[in-house]
């Protein structure tokens, strides 16, 4: 399973950072990352790495604020947000991927969300 954690209340400009542990299965894509779900908004891909680390790829919005990281030891993933906004809140899953695309369907696995409000 994937076991997110995390999330919070911060004012605009502050900072969280996310976990995703992976545990009891066995993952057979190359991938994990995360994804948000805005209010009213359907399910958008963030941020993913591939489980080596020599890739990661980020959607155009949040380039150079998060950062997606690995500990392979701990079968963690985690997800540095700095200088978040009111528009990043969503909830957040972490998610197991085929492969890195941008897309919901490249995902085998969700793990639950965690949810992340900004205020202004």
């Known amino acids: 399973q994937l076991q997110a954690s995390g999330g919070g209340s911060v004012p605009a400009g502050g900072s969280l950072r996310l976990s995703c542990a992976a545990s009891?299965?066995?993952?057979?894509?190359?991938?994990i990352g995360w994804y948000r779900q805005a209010p009213g908004k359907e399910r958008e891909f963030v941020a993913a790495?591939?489980?080596?680390?020599?890739?990661?790829s980020y959607v155009d919005s949040v380039k150079g604020q998060f950062t997606i990281s690995r500990d392979n030891g701990k079968n963690t993933v985690y997800l540095q947000m700095r200088s978040l906004k009111p528009e990043d809140t969503a909830v957040y899953f972490c998610?197991?991927?085929?492969?890195?695309?941008?897309?919901?369907?490249?995902?085998?696995?969700w793990g639950q969300g965690t949810l992340v409000t900004v205020s202004s």
């Open positions: 998610a197991a991927m085929k492969v890195i695309l941008p897309f919901t369907d490249v995902v085998d696995y």
């Open positions: 790495t591939t489980w080596s680390g020599r890739s990661t």
């Open positions: 009891g299965v066995r993952f057979s894509g190359e991938a």
